[in-house]
């Protein structure tokens, strides 16, 4: 078979939920506060994977305005019983403190495009839901539990309970079957069966450095589940130069051959500070059963080279994105937060128009769109069309993770009235969210006329570019940035408290209130391969 490199999902994908129907593979992975909710890949050989759509899609399904930087869709876990597809999430409402709001829903849909059903609410008391549909016709419903008393653990375990998909709720008794191991931070099950046994995968650790998933085994679905003989059946935490790190969090599925793969989330840290500027991204791992196990080929360290039934088309990683918006946004795209898109862009005259809201890294309503960073070195560039009158109205081109996390190009207006280019950053600045002081020299620019804003980023390092309308070649503006801190490590809790990953794309605020556009003719992303991405998928 032939030999891939990892990941298989670059970027931003992570807590990946993978499912074969017949000849087909889905993957369902995370996608936190942006929207639409939830990313589905479908493949037909494991290697090449394409976006094919986000199901959470209206706001009956789906309402994130106020949830914090990393809250939103967790962990979904995509299924199928034989006749429907069935997706189940969590909107967490709040994470921080010692308490989380953690609301779990079912959707479900004849076919993977949908359409997908309005929301069945199911519980609160944890987060990571997963739904098992038994041999015998049952459906099992476990999430993991959460004790806000740490009494003596805040994540308590994996509660089981039937769902009843006639009446939508769970029903009859409820039990805590598995409480994990002395790793802690016991959360994303799912179940399995086989040979007579059921099976427990776990994730533990925690979603940065001692990441793992851990699996155990019963004869009876309740329980008592002992432990796998490896424990944890991969896991990088205690090997800290391989490729992988961040191992944890996956699914099994199995090829038509039988053949075993295991899909887990992973991070590959760059710079000596060991940031993940990509995010949580998705791998596989060949597996394999020995004495009713699962083991994982070369395990339980994470493998960076991979075997898997189809050849990886390559070229279409490196390609240039150009988008234009003749036939609205680009999949690759998304926005923050709120299902009432007509509020915050258009694409009417094959143009994009961002309406100006509320301040970038507002938890409610501002005007960003943007798509996933995938390659460690690209260059980014598009036209901009804005008119402001004072410095509270500003649009441009943005590097974002979060609230505390951007670089942010912007076109706007001195008090006065003249536009200017200026500069907005704010750097790790968790937990004040200010801007970084003093700003980098403003530009003056003519009251009319359009701007070309791009940017490059190479590695670690961030310059942002201009040019006036009328062929100007690029001119460089401002320092050069650390776009490093565009990770989990830098952001809002770090690695622990941080799960999405590196956007960059276009945006427009107008804090007068007065909602005035800003429009956009296009948007490229150009992917740079250079010696010093040492970790760059498909780099030998």
């Not at 997963?130 to 653990?153: A, C, E, T, Y």
């Not at 996390?405 to 536009?419: E, I, K």
Request: net charge negative.
């Amino acid at each position: 078979m032939p030999l891939i490199r990892n990941p298989i999902l670059p970027g931003f994908n992570p807590d990946p939920s993978i499912l074969r129907v017949s000849t087909d593979y889905y993957i369902a992975t995370s996608t936190f506060e942006w929207y639409p909710g939830v990313q589905i890949h479908h493949s037909k050989d494991l290697a090449n994977w394409e976006l094919i759509t986000r199901p959470l899609n209206r706001k009956s399904q789906l309402d994130m305005r106020g949830d914090p930087d990393s809250c939103g869709v967790w962990a979904p876990c995509l299924t199928h019983d034989g006749d429907k597809f069935w997706l189940v999430y969590t909107d967490v409402k709040r994470k921080d403190g010692s308490f989380k709001d953690t609301h779990n829903y079912i959707v479900s849909a004849p076919a993977i495009e949908g359409p997908w059903s309005d929301p069945v609410y199911v519980n609160s008391s944890g987060f990571d839901p997963s739904l098992f549909h038994d041999d015998d016709g049952k459906k099992w419903f476990v999430n993991m539990l959460q004790d806000h008393r740490r009494r003596p653990r805040s994540f308590a375990g994996i509660v089981l309970q039937e769902f009843d998909p006639s009446a939508g709720k769970l029903v009859g008794p409820k039990k805590n079957i598995f409480k994990g191991t002395e790793l802690d931070l016991v959360e994303g099950p799912h179940l399995y069966k086989r040979n007579g046994w059921y099976y427990l995968l776990t994730a533990e650790g925690g979603t940065a450095y001692n990441h793992a998933c851990t699996l155990a085994r019963s004869r009876d679905i309740w329980g008592p589940y002992e432990v796998h003989p490896q424990k944890h059946i991969l896991t990088s935490k205690d090997h800290p130069h391989a490729a992988l790190q961040r191992a944890g969090h996956g699914d099994i599925v199995e090829t038509p051959e039988g053949k075993t793969y295991l899909v887990h989330l992973t991070g590959r840290p760059t710079t000596q500070e060991r940031r993940c500027v990509l995010g949580r991204e998705t791998a596989i791992q060949e597996a394999y059963w020995e004495d009713d196990w699962l083991f994982v080929k070369d395990g339980p360290v994470p493998s960076l080279y991979v075997n898997v039934p189809g050849e990886r088309d390559e070229s279409r990683y490196w390609a240039e994105q150009r988008y234009t918006f003749e036939n609205g946004l680009h999949k690759d795209f998304q926005w923050l937060r709120t299902p009432e898109t007509e509020r915050i862009f258009n694409t009417k005259d094959g143009k994009l128009a961002l309406i100006g809201r509320e301040s970038i890294g507002s938890w409610f309503e501002q005007a960003l769109v943007a798509r996933r960073q995938t390659h460690f070195s690209y260059d980014a560039e598009t036209v901009i069309d804005f008119s402001p009158t004072d410095e509270r109205q500003f649009a441009g081109l943005t590097a974002y993770y979060c609230r505390f996390n951007f670089f942010y190009l912007t076109v706007t207006a001195h008090s006065d009235g003249q536009r200017e280019l200026l500069i907005l950053t704010s750097e790790a600045s968790w937990p004040d969210g200010k801007l970084n002081m003093p700003l980098a020299d403003p530009v003056q620019i003519p009251n009319e006329g359009k701007v070309k804003l791009a940017l490059t980023i190479r590695g670690r390092e961030l310059q942002f570019f201009y040019a006036l309308e009328g062929g100007e070649e690029l001119k460089k503006i401002g320092p050069v940035y650390d776009a490093s801190i565009l990770s989990d490590e830098c952001g809002g809790h770090q690695a622990h408290g941080s799960f999405t990953g590196a956007f960059i794309g276009i945006a427009c605020s107008d804090i007068n209130g007065t909602a005035l556009p800003a429009t956009f003719d296009y948007f490229v992303y150009r992917p740079v391969q250079i010696q010093t991405d040492e970790s760059s998928l498909y780099f030998n």
